[in-house]
């Protein structure tokens, strides 16, 4: 028994639906000629734009194969790379980048190099946006197998999904995702290590590579940032 990552990228997109993130994001793509999604995964967010008629050139990077795949089938008229951010090889190319459901975390050790990447695929002024969620919520202590989330697949099995965080390090969060049945035998786990930046080292860091803070908001509703707004939502350009 197993599962295989064609499964995994189909499971994500009904665990990861359309929402209110995703509309924000998609307002800086349909207002942009040419986009660059950084982390694109299944291609939901370039495949909703084509969808509602953007006309201009569409990019996505991700560095999971099937997760991409998936995003090839859906727009074969987008542009899909193979690579993670600090591979990203274009230049002065693109008006607006985007890491929608927070891609960005996934940037740990090689995120300076990232930013420099993402900023130099940008034409100058062009716009960085994405989010990632506020370290000051913690919401990793609720990551736990006390709290799985049952589903069931494209394929009418059964499962539960569950999370353990296996280390706290520094910003550095690192978790494991189980794909189980319903008697919790497990079919496939996956480990990641996300980035809990808090805003002022966020900023620094942008700063450091090259951008400028242009807007800072708590949810995507473009409400204040505060201590305890659940998200970091920013949008930055390259300066
Ligand atoms: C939570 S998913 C978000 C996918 C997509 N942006 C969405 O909105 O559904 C995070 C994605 O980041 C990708 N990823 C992981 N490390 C990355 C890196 N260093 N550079 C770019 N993408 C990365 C993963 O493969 C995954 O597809």
Known sequence: ??????????LYDLLNRWGESDDFYLSFVMGAGSVLDVGCG????????????????????????????????RVPDAEWVEGKAADIAWVSEFDVAVMASN????????????????????????????????????????????NPYDVVDHAGRELRMIYHVEQVEGDAVTFTETTALRDNTPLRTDRATLNFLGVDTLNAVLIKTGFDVEAQYGDWSRGPLTPTSE??????YRA
Not at 1 to 10: F, I, K, L, N, Q
Not at 134 to 140: D, L, S, T, Y
Not at 231 to 236: P, S, W, Y
Request: charged share 25%; aromatic share 8%; glycine share 8%.
């Open 103 to 146: 891609a960005f975390q996934f940037l740990v050790a090689d995120l300076e190099e990232s930013l420099v990447k993402i900023r130099t695929a940008l034409v100058d002024g062009g716009r960085f946006v994405f989010g990632t969620r506020n370290p000051e919520v913690r919401e990793w202590e609720s990551w736990n197998p006390s």
């Open 42 to 73: 299944t291609g939901s967010l370039l495949a909703k734009a084509r969808k509602d008629g953007h006309t201009g050139r569409l990019a996505g990077i991700d560095p999971d194969v099937a997760m991409l795949e998936r995003a090839r089938q």
């Open 1 to 10: 028994m197993g599962y295989s990552d064609a499964d995994a990228a189909e």
């Open 231 to 236: 998200n970091i939502v920013t949008v930055a």
